[in-house]
Each structure stands twice: as structure tokens, then as C-alpha cells.
């Protein structure tokens, strides 16, 4: 059974830096890609930041040189480091994996940038 678990997040003040990971089971992670998205209000759910087995990284504009993604696959643990943070970055940030065919989604951590 595939689980993904969030933690982390929380509020802080524009300017300031937040870190969120992830823990999987279930998976062979470190062939895995795993993935960030975010969702903020009357929003559709967009991607973030992706992180390949082999280390390849790939950010969406709007956070590129702020944000990154790192992987412990001893601890089967993805995280997301966050700098710079603006209040257009408050969402639900999720984790995503793709396991034989299917999506998997953890439960979602609210960050929020707000003075």
C-alpha cells in the first residue's frame, strides 16, 4: 500500500523560508520521480517542482531560484525548501508519486505567507 505523508508547512511572513517533506511507503523510492504541487484557494492544482530517481530537477516559473526539492532516499523522504516566500505562494502543498500506472497523493500541508 502506497502512502505518502506530509509534514511541515505553517505560516510565515513574506521574505520568509519554509521547509514541507514528504515520507513514502509502499514504493521502491529512489527509482521513484516524486513531485510537488500546491492548490490555493479557487485554484486548480498546480505543479511545483519535480525530482527524478537520478536526481533531475525540474520547477515551475514562479518559484524557480526559490524553491527546491531534495530527496533522502535512506530516510524515503522528499522535501520542498522554500525562500523568498510570497504571499501568492500560500496554497496546500501536496505530494505526488506515480507507482504501476497509478497517482498517489498525500494529504496536503497548508503554507501560509501572510504579514
Known amino acids: 500500500q502506497v502512502q505518502l505523508v506530509e509534514s511541515g508547512g505553517g505560516s510565515v511572513q513574506p521574505g520568509g523560508s519554509l521547509s514541507v517533506s514528504c515520507a513514502a511507503s509502499?514504493?521502491?523510492?529512489?527509482?521513484?520521480?516524486m513531485a510537488w504541487y500546491r492548490q490555493a484557494p479557487g485554484k486548480e492544482r498546480e505543479l511545483v517542482a519535480t525530482l527524478t530517481g537520478s536526481g533531475s530537477t525540474n520547477y515551475a516559473d514562479s518559484v524557480k531560484g526559490r524553491f527546491t526539492i531534495s530527496r533522502d532516499n535512506a530516510k524515503n523522504t522528499v522535501y520542498l525548501q522554500m525562500n523568498s516566500l510570497k504571499p501568492e505562494d500560500t496554497a496546500v502543498y501536496y505530494c505526488?508519486?506515480?507507482?504501476?500506472?497509478?497517482?498517489?497523493w498525500g494529504q496536503g500541508t497548508q503554507v501560509t505567507v501572510s504579514s
Open positions: 509502499g514504493i521502491i523510492f529512489r527509482f521513484n520521480s
Open positions: 505526488n508519486t506515480q507507482w504501476r500506472l497509478r497517482s498517489y
